[in-house]
């Protein structure tokens, strides 16, 4: 049976590596926080993109027993301008900050699909540093059908209701009804 330093250290470990594994957010400490910044813009064109919803998703690590779970911390949205151009507000960090991890970013601009990030210079950091992110237009219906209009589901459909709103307009160029609280969809 593990002793009790055993399980604490353990969970020390898991808990660095999830901190260190969060995806394309920025990876050192006190960037988690933001803010994040940067500009969407169609692949193709090079042209601005109006309208899409930048969703960053804050996790809290819980231990339970001998593992560590997530659960829901805090979310914020940002929707980009004329220009392309978005900004996610700081979000102040809480006293006990360790086990707090970002996930995501999550960006929806309806009719498109990510393509790639360029981040200046390529070694920085993702929205930390000038941040373009290169969206394809999805041409037919069927590419439309394929991509994922999902909601995230560890957040709460009032943290984010620019994302909501951008897959309804989604959904609506397709025929199909939006999706109301909770993902289904409302008639």
């Excluded at 926080?33 to 969407?40: D, N, S, T, V």
């Excluded at 930048?54 to 805090?74: C, G, N, P, S």
């Excluded at 909601?151 to 009032?158: L, S």
Aim: positive net charge; charged residues 25%; hydrophobic residues 40%.
């Amino acid at each position: 049976m593990p002793s009790r330093l055993h399980i604490w250290m353990l969970r020390l470990l898991l808990t660095a590596l999830l901190c260190g594994s969060s995806g394309l957010a920025p990876a050192r400490a006190e960037e988690k926080w933001g803010p994040f910044r940067g500009k969407i813009v169609d692949a193709e064109t090079g042209q601005p993109i109006q309208g899409a919803v930048v969703l960053m998703i804050w996790l809290r690590l819980v231990d339970v027993l001998i593992a560590t779970k997530t659960e829901f911390y805090d979310a914020r949205e940002a929707v980009s301008g004329p220009d392309g151009t978005f900004e996610i507000p700081r979000l102040n960090p809480p006293f006990f900050r360790f086990n707090i991890v970002t996930y995501g970013p999550k960006i929806f601009a309806p009719g498109y699909a990510e393509e790639r990030w360029v981040v200046t210079p390529p070694t920085g950091e993702a929205l930390m540093d000038p941040t373009v992110i290169e969206m394809r237009r999805l041409r037919t219906r069927e590419e439309l059908l394929r991509k994922s209009r999902s909601r995230p589901g560890e957040v709460p459909d009032d943290r984010m209701p620019e994302f909501i709103r951008a897959i309804n307009i989604e959904r609506m160029m397709l025929g199909m009804d939006p999706i109301g609280p909770r993902g289904e969809p409302s008639r």
